[in-house]
């Protein structure tokens, strides 16, 4: 799996996933917004890895039972201990949160092993106790039924689809309490640093606009005193 | 448009959406509240004014790169502009909350100009920062795409659809931690005196509850010594 | 209605509806969990008692006009009269959450009769309000409408839905933070009984895994040594 | 359970769902059409009769293995062997299609036994053999999974929703090619008169607009013209 | 409104949804299949026109008794008499099809004036009667309650969204018995000309396919040798 | 791929979807029946063949312009040409009908190559010409846009979700008027032999209650007299 480029892991920890979507939007990409999924709870700062997938498919009832956890293979127990450090754990739960993808045992060995966040478009189960571990964790709803009373864990790191959006092996990820954006990891340097920049134009914008000043013209900058009052702006700021 | 008479906004402030859906029921009007929106943040009191409308349908692709924000006109811009301080901004999404209705900046402009609060039947980005700000802001869900992908502006102050209720442009809109009713306009004052009247009376009913009253005669009062306490309690607390 | 056994009641009271699932899963027992539920607001400690129901069926406008609480016998106040204290109030609302199943007056009689929470798979009105009460309740979302814009109280304590869950009158239930979950009354010992042990296995496993340690061979505890540990751990601390 | 009267079923077998609604509807009933539910088949004429009930709650596993049809009172069995000849079978199935509501050998039964005919808000299994039976049958699609899978049977003949709409023991239930509409029994008269009136001025519409003219003034007749051709069309027609 | 070009609408006549969908998809219109509505009946032929729009917005219950019709100035019975002979009819029901759209005697209206065809997103009431007309119909299910239950016509002929489509008046609108197309007016001539092309290559890859030839080399036409049988087929079959 | 045995291919030709799901379910599989499918027309006898899937996931904009089918080992081609003969073609498109699974070209050319039937959890294109192909079909609806609108065909032959359903490769799949059932391929021989043998007592207890008798002790056989009946018709009608 590529590395994400450092500098670029850090500008995507200081954008919001909204600035990024329409970064993504200039380049023809609208379908990267993962669908109704939320943080289990803000956790300040960003969610930033390359994705690490799992896909889930119906369980059967017979291929089912609560034993198959004793198979140390266990495509969801073997995908815990085989995600990369700093990589965000994306589960494919084929927006199913009637059963859980995960618990809280699971994402705290994830936690300790180093990885970056976990995200599913079903639900968690112990997601009180999830809410409180120092990991994003990203869910549709809580879900306390066992993993297998509906899901049967089969690949680990193939392409997969998560709240709609493709996600493929090492794109790059990013949450924050919004929600969580998924960047073609070829993108990654170019929408991390065209964010950046608008980033800093929308906290003139926000500033200006707090101030008083109309957005017609600001914001897009159509006037030229706009562009002028931004470039000084930015000046004074060290921006 | 009408202005709301000062006396009933004032009244409209201190009841609850509960209690209005009552008051409207009685008079017939059973689909006045908004369904499945909320609050993004409770901001203490409700939000209060009159309906300013913004109509979105689908966006083509082909009329909406992002260089539409460039006209001085987009009535999305143009609405953020025109809405009148102390009314509500309230925008039929389609109850798509799957791009974004509105984002923090115009969110900003809106409270920076007075305006009394924004309602979407669709979801708006930025909304961690639009949570935090100290304007009333009412949606389904984060929607961190922006705008143009699904939505284009068409129609200021029209009457719409906003979680399937009609607004009509100038009826009275109240928000509180709960969500969003829409009062007509012509029984803003009638349904705000009622919702007045009620509250006393629901407030003495709590009261007794909680001292440890049955409900039965007393709620509603079909017993004679329900009402003689309530007067009693009336004039005890001076209401 | 069979009381729930005081030691079952304080195990239950001390265990997740996760682990409840689980044992029950074991069982054959695969959907138990109430569906898109969830608590008005986290309160501490579980709500455990014995399931007392109450069945809506869809409001006919004629038989619902505001006048039929004048009814002594209404079966909705009915209701909250007659519920035991320790008991737990189930409302079938068909999945409906356009319009309230109840309101602040009514859960706070139920809290005071000593009701042990109240769940709905619709909505409740005044939910800021019932929030705030110190009792525990469950609702899909907010819903101001009054109940009888379409809901009409028909049967006390029969056998319902909610959820898509079957409630049986008299079934033990247990809700906490993640949800609600009914055990069979005739299962409830033996449930509590195993998710106490579960509990004690998995509590365990949560201070290995933050020490680091992997959960192949731990969780479930396929190594020989994982076996031992625990056993150690168990006499340690006392459990 | 009252009969219908002879009279008012003959006049309901002659007008159409979409004008009993509204006929329904100016006198305030505005929720009277079964929601999402279709006839499995054309079948010629409409099914007529008296509502006729069965509820079913969620199954539970250890409640419902197949040999509980061994039971000679199951309710589904009783039910089909006790509802009455010319009444229409109605069963509440929670708008769950994804099991059976019930098979082609009861609906058999209950032809045989002169039942008007069959409706749930489920799904019926062997819908191929029901298609062709000579019985009027509706639901929402196709469901083979044996009963027993999801539902379980519990009341005969109590209030139940369908569809959305309250269904009360001994309502008038109308059904054609359209869909099913449930009518009050207390007004199933009136409203039986009227429809038949409305059906005979909507037919002279038909004509006329079919001849060109314009439903300005005609459709409702607000030009005393359209009054007079009425009238006089009616007295040719002998209607 | 433009009217469409004569040559335009004879090709439109010719081709299928699905082969115009993919010529709009090259260029970059990815959403202009109304989505979740199908014809009453097959009724042979496409329907071809340009579009002319209703909007609705949910009804209040005190602006929508019955007697509204009675006002010869009623948007939904101006807009049938407004709409152009050749013009497809296209309702915005905000996709809710628990109340009619419209009925047989507004849509025989329409089709004596020699409207093209009538779309809506919500539901017919009728239908029984409107399959047997000679005019394309294409809803999302029946729906037996008058209009005035559930929508109010507000506006005629503006952009609306329907099934999830923008809909611009003068838009070309195509239906088949899969379903229905927008195509901007301005591409109409293009895409019209493409799709004719397309379904020329189409119909003599069906006949390679039927006779056992592989698709790999031949859809796409890879293969030179697929591109030299192609230009002598439409050789031989004149086309 | 196993092939299903000739003689059991020719039991699960001559028995219906729903006893097949009886037969599931007292084997403690209670989720085979593909939910929300249906065949685009009835073609007259069974689709009985073993499952060979593929895979979609959502499509990503940049990775699927209409060029991506030049390519000759573009997954959802290839899949195509390498079904067997004889077996059923199974997508995974994430219940999304929102555009196509597939076409009449591909289902002509899986015809020709001798495969039983082709189903997916989405929608086909030019389904008014699939509906005439004697080859069975199933969908949830017809979805004209094309493939690569929204869907990425990724994998070939492996286990799969298909309308709530675990599929996997070379399970007995068996279709009917009514929908689609899934048979775990070890079980295929016993469910088709127990199907049959309930048919033969389903096809007498039918007679009998066309007959007029009751169904009570009959359906199930729990009176001796059906028992001893059912023989006697059994040795009569030499099954």
């Known amino acids: 799996m590529t590395k994400l480029n450092p500098a670029t892991r ?18 023809g990409l609208r379908n990267q917004f993962i669908q109704d999924v ?20 119906p369980a059967r009832e017979d291929l089912n039972p609560i034993s198959v956890f004793e ?6 127990r073997k995908a815990v201990e085989d995600c990369p450090p700093g990589a965000v754990f994306m589960i ?7 059963a859980a993808s995960a618990g809280s045992i699971l994402v705290s060995r994830l936690m300790v092993r180093g990885v970056a966040g976990i995200v599913t478009d079903g639900g968690f189960r112990d997601s009180p106790e ?6 994003p964790a990203y869910h549709n709803r809580p879900a306390a039924p066992t993993n297998i009373t509906l899901h049967q864990a089969l690949d680990i790191n193939v392409a997969i689809g998560c709240g709609d959006v493709a996600v493929w092996p090492g794109d ?18 170019e929408i991390a640093a065209e964010a950046v ?5 929308e906290n003139f914008v926000t500033e200006e606009v707090l101030k008083g000043r109309s957005i017609i013209g600001l914001y897009p900058p159509t006037d030229e005193q706009s562009r002028i009052d931004f470039a000084a702006w930015r000046k004074r700021a060290h921006r």
């Open 71 to 76: 198979d140390r293979m266990h495509p969801q």
């Open 197 to 201: 920049e608008m980033t800093v134009f």
């Open 172 to 189: 790059a990820v990013v949450g924050d309490a919004e929600g969580v954006v998924v960047i073609p990891i070829a993108l990654a340097d």
């Open 92 to 98: 494919d739960s084929r927006k199913n949160s009637r």
């Open 10 to 27: 850090e500008k995507l920890n200081n954008v919001s996933t909204a600035t990024i979507c329409t970064a993504l939007f200039k380049r």
């Open 38 to 57: 939320r943080p289990l709870k803000a956790k300040g700062g960003n969610m930033v890895g390359e994705a690490f997938t799992l896909r889930y498919i």
């Open 130 to 135: 999830i809410a409180e571990l120092p990991i």
